[in-house]
């Protein structure tokens, strides 16, 4: 499926492995470390390994962990040195990379304490030189760094480089950008909350390691992946400076691939089966590169643009075109439950049974309205049963501010209905108190993660009615994955996965709605997608399941290519104002500072920039011009 032969790699300038999963890259990758400390153990020095933290290492964290466990790998001789950790935060602060480190890997295997170096986010402004160049010079005096492992942020950073870092720059302290103190909003429970400094190694201190292994999972990783593996070297990009190193290899899974050349417009890379589905690809792509729409283009197009081998296959110019824009055609259904008494042949969903019964899988509330609340609005007005099933609470995403005003709330009517001191007030004094005394950044109480849970509830109802869902049916599963958990630290059970399987049982849909297919492994979209998997999977011999589609919506933050679209469902100017006042009811979501920084968006611009993207791309292949589209691909189609 995924090219691997070597002229298809042409246009990368970094080795990149491409693996069906996260967790089978780690476990290679494990395996490789495993190799060199005991080769070095055998030749008595010790390993030393640069480290990182975030989500993205922690499977290969776990598999280490599992070599110690299982096959008696030990660290005694290992060296560590991390990357980076933010300034300002003590080691005990949970989101400390200290605290991190300990939790993942350190705590698990046998790696002494004196040979684990993290650079201390307390060294005193004043004293930030210095300390920086006795971290280099102690990976110097151990040796040099064997292999270092790094992720990737959304900005190309590696370490906390960001944007602007030069390819020889050193361990420093450095301000962070706006994009990376949002993508650690989660973590801190709140953007106030995340630091605004670090200390990180260098650019040029990374490239000095021996070996160099970047990671990346997820489709929010793909653009900066693409950039970092095809462009040149750039300080825009700073995980492009790893082309100049002569031992650095990329492990990335087929979602943070998703925008290199070789997968995304695999033709200019060498020759190529033309399936369906490549076809498509590259008739939109030859339609977007000539500049006009699909009828149009003309034989000369093709060969001009490197698909002369398709037109020879498939040719002439005029009958591919009219398949291909009919296909797409097909794709647009202002019926997403099916239209009754109408040829299905063609539609991307049957007409029957007129009324479906529906379940629509929302990891966290938003999820749902953002994916897809035009075509929520349009399910219900057009007869069907449709039941939103909210699989997590989200209360870890609002902030304290919104649950402190919700027990101030209570406690006033409280007091205005005659201050009895009903329970809901003692409920509330009770959270009132445990937010004043709350250290900065100290987990939630049950209580008051109980309150933030209550208000994602009355905002998801808000919104539901917004897109005229009945509230009744609203289900929230509070998976206890999630409820037990924090970000980057949930662990599945097999009660998330039965208690989903009970709501499929109990309900039997016709059509289901699910999301997180291709996010980042550890993000509670994907965790939530995998255990929805799961429950399909273990009603896979109930009735009800072979008559059921299942379809797919996405984040809005990555475009769709059309050729991954199966289902386009239009939005009318007044229906696109509908989906935005539904997602303005999740009030607790919207950004906390009035001044948004430069280039980030508020949920809903971001829902109605990707959505008016899609129309506007659809209107230039040549089909209808819409205002906004929500799009959707079958589960079937990722799995086979
Ligand atoms: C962490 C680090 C960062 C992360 C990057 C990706 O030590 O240096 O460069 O690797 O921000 O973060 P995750 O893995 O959380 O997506």
């Known amino acids: 499926m995924i090219p691997h032969f070597t002229e298809a790699r042409q246009r990368e300038r970094v080795p990149t492995e491409i693996s069906a999963s996260a967790e089978g890259a780690c476990v290679r990758l494990a395996d ?42 030990s660290f005694r001789h290992v060296i560590t040195f991390n990357l980076d950790e933010y300034h300002g935060l003590p080691r005990t602060h949970p989101e400390s990379y200290w605290c991190f480190m300990h939790e993942q890997l350190f705590n698990h295997v046998d790696v002494p304490p004196a040979h684990i170096n993290i650079p201390d986010g307390m060294v005193p402004r004043d004293q930030v030189y210095e300390w920086c160049r006795t971290y280099e010079e102690k990976i110097k005096a151990a040796g040099g760094l064997d292999l270092q492992i790094l992720g990737i942020g959304r900005t190309g950073h590696i370490g906390f480089n960001e944007p602007g870092s030069g390819s020889d720059s050193r361990t420093r302290l450095v301000t962070l950008d706006a994009l990376t103190r949002r993508d650690a909003a ?29 990671l990346a999972w997820g489709e929010a990783k793909a653009g900066a992946l693409a950039g970092a593996v095809e462009n040149p070297p750039t300080e825009a990009l700073p995980a492009s400076f790893l082309q100049t190193h002569p031992d650095t290899v990329f492990y990335v899974d087929a979602a943070a691939a998703g925008e290199l050349t070789r997968l995304r417009h695999p ?34 197009d093709y060969s001009e643009h490197s698909l002369a081998d398709l037109l020879t296959e498939q040719g ?36 029957t049974p007129e009324s479906k019964r529906i379940v629509v899988f929302s990891p966290e509330p938003s999820n749902d309205v953002l994916g897809m609340g035009g075509t929520l609005r349009r399910l219900v007005s057009q007869g069907h049963q449709v039941t939103v099933a909210y699989m997590t609470s989200g209360n870890l995403g609002v902030p304290d501010e919104e649950a402190a005003m919700a027990a101030e709330l209570v406690l006033e009517f409280d007091l205005s209905a005659g201050g009895a001191g009903s329970p809901g007030a003692v409920f509330a004094r009770e959270v009132r108190q445990q937010l004043q005394g709350k250290t900065a950044y100290a987990a939630d109480s049950t209580e008051v993660r109980k309150l933030k849970a209550i208000i994602r509830r009355n905002e998801a109802r808000a919104s539901l009615q917004a897109c005229g869902v009945d ?46 297919q291709i996010a980042e492994p550890s993000s509670v979209p994907a965790l939530c997608f995998s255990l929805l998997r799961q429950a399909l999977d273990a009603c896979q011999t109930s009735p009800w399941r072979k008559d059921c589609h299942v379809w797919l919506y996405r984040e809005p933050d990555r475009m769709w290519e059309p050729a991954e679209i199966a289902m386009a469902v239009p939005l009318s100017p007044r229906e696109l104002t509908q ?17 948004l920084a430069q280039g980030l968006h508020e949920l809903w611009q971001q829902a109605e920039h990707h959505n008016q993207a899609i129309a506007k791309l659809y209107d230039a292949l040549g089909l209808a011009e819409y205002e906004a589209i929500e799009a959707f691909q079958p589960m079937v189609s990722i799995q086979g």
């Open 32 to 73: 490789e470390i495993a190799t060199l400390i005991r080769a070095n153990d055998a030749a008595g020095r010790p390993t030393v390994f640069g480290l990182a933290t975030g989500s993205t290492p922690v499977p290969l964290y776990r598999q280490l962990i599992r070599l110690h466990r299982d096959q008696g790998l």
């Open 186 to 214: 989660r973590d801190f429970l709140g953007e106030a909350n995340v630091p605004r400094h670090a200390i990180t190694m260098g650019v040029g201190t990374i490239l000095e390691a021996r070996r160099i292994v970047l």
């Open 267 to 300: 033709w200019l890379v060498g020759p190529v089966a033309w399936s369906r589905p490549m076809t498509r690809l590259a008739v939109v792509w030859l339609s977007q590169q000539a500049r006009k729409p699909i009828l149009k283009l003309l034989d000369e």
């Open 471 to 516: 509230t009744a049916r609203v289900r929230f599963l509070e998976l206890s994955f999630y409820e037990k958990g924090r970000y980057r630290r949930f662990k599945p059970t097999p009660d998330d996965v039965s208690r989903i399987v009970t709501l499929l049982e109990e309900i039997q849909p016709h059509q289901i709605f699910g999301t997180g």
């Open 316 to 351: 002439p110019a005029y009958g591919l075109n009219i398949r291909i824009f009919n296909e797409l055609q097909h794709t647009i259904t202002g019926w997403p439950g099916g239209k009754p008494n109408a040829d299905d042949t063609n539609r991307p969903e049957r007409a």
């Open 579 to 595: 989906k935005i006042q539904a997602i303005y009811q999740h009030k607790s979501q919207r950004s906390q500072s009035p001044m």
